[in-house]
């Protein structure tokens, strides 16, 4: 039964209440809307920041939901608004920010909100001024935060009210209104001087308007609404005595309600309407009571229900709830499944995903569809139809840890040869969800392949929700690079490339030496890192093989040694003083020190392996133009960026991207990448065949993750290193601007 359904139907069935036409969505509530309205026209008296809240199933986000239809000047224009309580009726405004926190983290709803309003800010401490700036107020609304966060465990909804809502409601030009649990909206509302916030709580006798609920559920029960043909339901004095009935036993809770009504017209056989027993209390007691009329019992049914009350994301993938059903129940539910299917009917629903954007998520760099090509292929979920009731029956559950384990052990067994390119998304995105859940998520962070390939910001929450001294090294490694992999929607070729090399400057070889060993076209090998704090320059160069302390390279016994030329703090352990161009005039150049008050030393390097070289400065000789112009590669330089282009073809072979600025580098003839940081000096040897550079122009897919524009880094294929200009921040699907 659809929103829409209601909708049209609602009023019809309902006629007018005090002679107004009640709202069509929501069918009563006149109090909270009329409070509402007078929210947003800024009646004098009334707060700056309204909070919505109640005990789950009570209404607030279908409140909401019909609110933001009167503020939305397009929808508006659907509504009887001439027909409704004029009170209840907001102004004609331009429709008020509402950025969307379901199924994201804090950061990114507020990155949604900062792009909406094109602020130029490179951090979230930087929206909060440009708000508390504006010579105007602003309205902005922010739904449903009890669904806020891609991972359940990871406390999404407090989060977003700590790091996001607060410092909205604080901020004098900010007129908020959300909706958010009970507690969450008592801890937003002690944080405000008395008189600019009103905590509205639908369960609250004020508040409730038990002729809504009355209303609410004669509407469901109307055959224009979807209901069967039944007595109760075609009579309309049957329907007004059932619909009083129901609304009077479920104590508030609209969902109760919806969840009896679609029990009824699932299966009516064995219902009597005047058996008050058979009607029910609470969300728990109808699971009970259609278990019983269809001959079955609340447990077995709560074990039918349990994977999906336990799934993450937008739902589960059909053919993981049998193999889930089994691990939770300790037996197999195939045939509870197959003929259970009437049992489970009225508490899910089944949800379209786009096949592709489940496969490779941005993973693979796949080419858009040409226009005209047939519509992508769907992916069936499977969902329960309300969080309240997942939470209902996750209750029940005699140990939900002990349920989350076997859950993710045996999705662990579903990837198929422990190969995560060809894990179902849903185990490859949300396994750690679940491991975090049971307690287990450390012992999981081992593999680089998961790494590689689950989703960044699921993985990424799910891990920052762990203490730091319960993860190892390479989880560690992996949460301080995720941020790149966010910002950039870098496809799993560049996140293997990224997390490569940050193996390799944590001191983790054989994590990085695991990532060639993954079958993906990696862009380049890190053939060492140094820890080098303070280097200012960077420069390849060669020595000859005669040279008394140079040995020959054992490959190329007759060719010259490249080395790595690096300007250092004075006094770093096997430096030198910097020659004069009189004592060394071949030697690299060296003139970029940044700093030439501070006291410099030049370090030697070799540049196809890790260690140090003893060598005169007057011996090493730098490239020629000759030989640089000849190169195959050209390098370009941004502040955070690096892009390496063909000289052949003019195209961008990779981008490099830095969780630090870049303060120097440089690219050998050979094709091997010098780079320093504040982190220290890395050396990289360019792979054939090359990826493409990451996309930084994408925007964040819709559901777990977001809607988040990134800014492109503009291709100069043809520019020197001088003309590569930074493009300020990248927002990414995280919000990462670093």
């Known amino acids: ?78 509504l009887p608004l001439d027909d409704m309580d004029p009170a209840t009726v907001p102004p004609d405004l331009p429709a008020p920010a509402v950025p969307d926190p379901r199924g994201r983290t804090a950061a990114q709803t507020l990155w949604l909100l900062a792009d909406h309003l094109d602020l130029a800010v490179g951090s979230a ?51 908020l209104l959300t909706d958010a649990p009970r507690e969450l909206a008592a801890e937003l509302a002690g944080a405000l001087p008395p008189g600019q916030v009103q905590v509205i709580d ?35 004095a049957a329907r007004r005595a059932l619909a009083g009935a129901l609304a009077q036993r479920a104590n508030g809770s609209r969902l109760t309600l919806d969840l009896a009504t679609r029990s009824l017209f699932t299966h009516s056989a064995g219902f009597d309407p005047a058996d008050e027993a058979q009607l029910p209390g609470s969300v728990g007691e109808v699971l009970d009571l259609h278990a019983r009329r269809l001959g079955s019992d609340g447990p077995t049914l709560r074990q039918l229900l349990a994977p999906l009350a336990f799934a993450e994301g937008d739902g589960l ?61 769907t992916r069936t979920l499977i969902r329960l139809t309300h969080p309240a009731l997942a939470a209902e029956i996750r209750s029940g559950i005699p140990d939900p840890r002990d349920a989350q384990t076997k859950i993710a052990m045996a999705l662990l067994e579903a990837v198929p040869q422990q190969d995560w390119s060809r894990a179902d998304p849903y185990v490859r995105d949300h396994l750690a969800a679940h491991t975090l859940d049971a307690g287990l998520l450390p012992q999981l962070l081992t593999d680089p392949g998961l ?17 730091l001294d319960q993860l190892g090294a390479p989880a560690r490694t992996y949460l301080r690079t995720a941020p790149l992999f966010t910002r950039s929607e870098a496809p799993a070729e560049m996140r293997a490339a990224l997390l490569e090399t940050a193996f390799v400057e944590d001191d983790l070889p054989a994590y990085a030496e695991a990532l060639h060993g993954l079958d993906l076209a990696l862009p380049w090998r890190t053939l060492w890192s140094l820890p080098l704090r303070g280097v200012g320059s960077v ?49 690299p150049d060296t003139s970029d020190a940044p ?67 870049f303060q120097d580098a440089d690219l050998s003839p050979e094709g091997i990448l010098l780079a320093a940081t504040a982190r220290g000096v890395t050396a990289r040897q360019f792979l054939a065949p090359a990826p ?33 200009a930074a493009t300020g921040s990248t927002h990414g699907p995280e919000g990462d601007p670093s």
């Open 1 to 78: 039964m659809g929103d829409e359904t209601v909708m049209s139907s609602s009023a019809e069935a309902a006629g007018k209440t005090d002679h107004y036409a009640p709202h069509p969505f929501i069918g009563g509530r006149t109090a909270v809307l009329r409070a509402l309205a007078a929210w947003r026209m800024r009646w004098p008296g009334a707060p700056r920041v309204v909070v919505l809240t109640g005990s789950p199933g009570s209404g607030r986000s279908r409140v909401l939901a019909g609110f933001l239809m009167m503020c939305d000047p397009e929808y508006r224009k659907q």
């Open 125 to 175: 401490a930087d929206v909060f001024s440009e708000l508390a700036a504006r010579e105007e107020p602003l309205t902005v609304v922010v739904p449903d935060a009890d669904l806020a966060g891609p991972v359940r465990a990871a406390d999404g909804p407090t989060r977003l009210v700590r790091e996001v809502l607060a410092p909205l409601a604080a901020t004098p030009t900010v007129h």
């Open 202 to 236: 639908l369960d609250e006798p004020e508040w409730a308007d038990p002729e809504g609920l009355v209303l609410h559920a004669e509407t469901a029960l109307t055959p224009e609404a979807g209901a069967p043909d039944l007595p109760f339901t075609t009579d309309p």
């Open 317 to 377: 993938p059909v053919h993981l709830w049998h193999p889930l059903a089994n691990a939770v129940a300790g037996r197999d539910m195939g045939q509870v499944l197959a003929e259970g299917m009437l049992l489970a009917a009225p508490f899910v629903e089944p949800v379209e995903r786009p096949a592709q954007a489940e496969a490779d998520a941005g993973r693979d760099g796949q080419e858009e569809p040409e226009e005209g090509a047939d519509a992508a292929p």
């Open 451 to 467: 790494f590689t390939y689950a989703d960044p910001v699921v993985l990424r929450t799910a891990i920052q929700a762990v203490p």
């Open 539 to 587: 420069t390849t160069g060669y020595l000859p093989p005669q040279g008394p302390t140079t040995p020959p390279d054992e490959a190329r016994p007759n060719a010259l040694r490249p080395v790595a030329a690096l300007i250092v703090p004075a006094g770093t352990p096997g430096s030198r003083p910097l020659p004069t161009p009189a004592d060394a005039p071949d030697a």
């Open 595 to 661: 700093d030439a008050s501070a006291p410099v030393a030049l370090l030697f390097h070799d540049l196809l392996r890790p260690g140090y070289v003893e060598a005169d400065p007057a011996q090493v000789l730098g490239p020629s133009e000759e030989q640089r112009a000849a190169a195959p590669y050209g390098l370009s330089r941004g502040a955070d960026y690096l892009r390496v282009w063909s000289r052949d073809s003019g195209e961008v072979v990779t981008a490099l991207l830095s969780d630090s600025p």
């Open 692 to 724: 493409a550079a990451p996309s930084t122009e994408a925007t964040e897919a819709a559901g777990t993750t977001g809607t988040t524009e990134a800014h492109p880094i503009p291709a100069q294929p043809t520019a020197s290193p001088d003309a590569a």
